[in-house]
């Protein structure tokens, strides 16, 4: 495996540290990987979606433009994260996990084409070892992010989802890939990864009943980033990503805006 080199990114006057190459943020390519909050925003089938309440726009008496909106909507939906505390008790809230896991280098996992071959596809850890192994280098220490494929889908619950359906009785009907709950126990037991992100709708695949994806990850406090946009804008390796939620005190999860920066 490639050797560990501690080096520095460079976000203006801003450093980062960690096992990466150099990069100068400011002149890298920015890549958005966050789906817009809107009215076919998708959310859990038990959720209710995304409301935006407008508010007063125009012209003051003073002369000046004015435009206040409000927003309705659950912790888990659109592109979000899922704090550890989500489906492990005790450990982090949204607001306490640390911002090393948040930000620094990142990685992509490619399983298009066994997700195009079966939509219920789970990433295993030969997956994993195989990227590794092609790449001569380790997930360690990385930002760990899996394309299904499925954000071509998006917004369309039918295609995305599985289903159109609401309520309870949906969750049963969900169709989409995930992480195998081997591989995420074999991510939180021999690498170090700081978050593992996803082009669905769920770290677990549609067909799931115990979320053990979810507590396998979560056990080792290791955030869930869900709904990630434009995947198919990135590379396999040299890139960095900044993942930074709303910080809700005590939170589950919530809204979170991913920017990733590509080596100029």
Same mark, same amino acid.
């Given at each position: 495996?490639?050797?560990?080199?501690?080096?520095?990114?460079?976000?203006?006057?801003?450093?980062?540290?960690?096992?990466?190459?150099?990069?100068?943020?400011?002149?890298?390519?920015?890549?958005?990987?966050?789906?817009?909050?809107?009215?076919?925003?998708?959310?859990?089938?038990?959720?209710?979606?995304?409301?935006?309440?407008?508010?007063?726009?125009?012209?003051?008496?003073?002369?000046?433009?004015?435009?206040?909106?409000?927003?309705?909507?659950?912790?888990?939906?659109?592109?979000?994260?899922?704090?550890?505390?989500?489906?492990?008790?005790?450990?982090?809230?949204?607001?306490?996990?640390?911002?090393?896991?948040?930000? $620094?280098?990142?990685?992509?996992?490619?399983?298009?084409?066994?997700?195009?071959?079966?939509?219920?596809?789970?990433?295993?850890?030969?997956?994993?070892?195989?990227?590794?192994?092609?790449?001569?280098?380790?997930?360690?220490?990385?930002?760990?992010?899996?394309?299904?494929?499925?954000?071509?889908?998006?917004?369309?619950?039918?295609?995305?989802?599985?289903?159109?359906?609401?309520?309870?009785?949906?969750?049963?009907?969900?169709?989409?890939?995930?992480?195998?709950?081997?591989?995420?126990?074999?991510?939180?037991?021999?690498?170090?990864?700081?978050?593992?992100?996803?082009?669905?709708?769920?770290?677990?695949?549609?067909?799931?009943?115990?979320?053990?994806?979810?507590?396998?990850?979560?056990?080792?406090?290791?955030?869930?980033?869900?709904?990630?946009?434009?995947?198919?804008?990135?590379?396999?390796?040299?890139?960095?990503?900044?993942?930074?939620?709303?910080?809700?005190? $005590?939170?589950?999860?919530?809204?979170?805006?991913?920017?990733?920066?590509?080596?100029?």
């Amino acid at each position: 495996m490639r050797r560990r080199i501690l080096t520095t990114i460079f976000l203006g006057g801003f450093a980062l540290t960690g096992c990466a190459r150099r990069m100068e943020l400011s002149s890298g390519k920015f890549v958005d990987l966050t789906h817009s909050f809107d009215e076919q925003t998708i959310y859990w089938p038990t959720e209710k979606g995304f409301v935006l309440e407008r508010g007063p726009a125009g012209v003051t008496e003073k002369g000046y433009y004015y435009t206040a909106n409000r927003f309705c909507s659950a912790e888990h939906g659109g592109t979000h994260i899922d704090a550890p505390i989500h489906f492990f008790q005790g450990h982090n809230t949204l607001d306490t996990i640390p911002l090393r896991q948040l930000i $620094g280098r990142a990685v992509l996992i490619d399983v298009r084409m066994k997700c195009a071959e079966n939509p219920n596809y789970q990433i295993v850890v030969d997956d994993l070892v195989q990227w590794e192994s092609r790449h001569n280098e380790r997930l360690d220490e990385a930002i760990l992010l899996l394309r299904t494929g499925f954000a071509a889908f998006w917004p369309s619950p039918a295609k995305y989802l599985g289903t159109e359906a609401r309520g309870p009785e949906a969750v049963a009907k969900l169709h989409f890939p995930g992480l195998h709950p081997d591989a995420a126990k074999w991510l939180a037991q021999n690498r170090s990864v700081r978050a593992v992100g996803i082009d669905t709708a769920s770290i677990d695949f549609g067909q799931s009943t115990h979320f053990q994806s979810h507590v396998g990850l979560f056990e080792k406090n290791i955030p869930a980033l869900e709904n990630v946009a434009n995947l198919d804008q990135l590379p396999e390796t040299g890139f960095v990503v900044l993942a930074l939620p709303m910080k809700i005190r $005590g939170g589950s999860g919530g809204p979170v805006r991913i920017v990733a920066v590509l080596n100029p």
